[in-house]
């Protein structure tokens, strides 16, 4: 069984632009969640997605913002990109999103914003 | 990714010995604790979690110990390997989020094994 997979492994943009992460969860997951990870703020949860819908969202500005399709594959968008923006995101996946199961984590997607 | 975890408590042990990784969690309504050891440019991969209605649970060379009174959380690691090295993260599942996983994490602690 395939885990989650991200996309890109690695991303390089510039103060202003907009930037999208792709996550697949695990096959027969359906709910997707997103944290922000740096070394100075550790792991931070940004949104969660249950069946297309935002069930859950962290203390982030509007410019992070998140969908999730009927496939259960979900993207995060930053628009205006900061320097402070640059971190590692992840991307995990469970059956239901239910408190207690296991969330499985993707390789992430390190953001660089020059 | 290659950036996290740079000014991290490190613990550094001998290899065979017992490992012993400490976290202190500050919501005292939290039921739910896990761990996770992450390797360089690798994403977390789940150890072993515990709920609020034990104080210890076993599993493959790990246990994981709750003492719910002082919120505090270790993970002990027998028998320490070379491929136990990594940064160890405690994470606790906030009640206040309702039935969804929205995990907080500690701060993280490297595990360092020399031969």
């Known amino acids: 069984k395939a885990g989650v997979t991200q996309t890109p492994r690695y991303l390089i943009k510039t103060r202003g632009q907009q930037v999208t992460l792709s996550c697949s969860p695990i096959s027969g997951h359906r709910s997707v969640s997103w944290y922000q990870q740096t070394p100075g703020q550790g792991l931070q949860f940004l949104f969660e997605y249950f069946s297309e819908t935002q069930r859950n969202k962290g203390n982030f500005p509007g410019r992070f913002s998140g969908r999730q399709f009927s496939n259960s594959r979900s993207e995060m968008n930053v628009s205006t990109l900061e320097l402070g923006d640059s971190a590692l995101y992840l991307c995990?996946?469970?059956?239901?999103?239910?408190?207690?199961?296991?969330?499985?984590f993707g390789s992430g997607t390190q953001l660089s914003v020059l | 990714g290659e950036s996290v975890g740079l000014h991290l408590p490190t613990l550094s042990v001998q290899e065979g010995d017992n490992s012993i990784i400490n976290c202190a969690y500050s919501?005292?309504?939290?039921?739910?604790f896990i761990w996770y050891k992450q390797e360089s440019g690798k994403g977390p991969q789940f150890i072993i979690d515990i709920r609020s209605n034990m104080d210890k649970r076993q599993g493959q060379r790990v246990t994981v110990l709750l003492n719910k009174t002082v919120k505090h959380l270790s993970l002990q690691i027998a028998a320490t390997q070379p491929g136990d090295s990594a940064v160890y993260f405690c994470?606790?599942?906030?009640?206040?989020?309702?039935?969804?996983?929205?995990?907080?994490f500690g701060a993280g602690t490297r595990l360092a094994v020399h031969p």
């Open positions: 919501n005292s309504a939290s039921d739910y």
């Open positions: 994470a606790e599942a906030a009640k206040f989020s309702g039935g969804y996983n929205k995990l907080i």
């Open positions: 995990a996946s469970s059956l239901a999103g239910s408190r207690g199961e296991k969330l499985f």
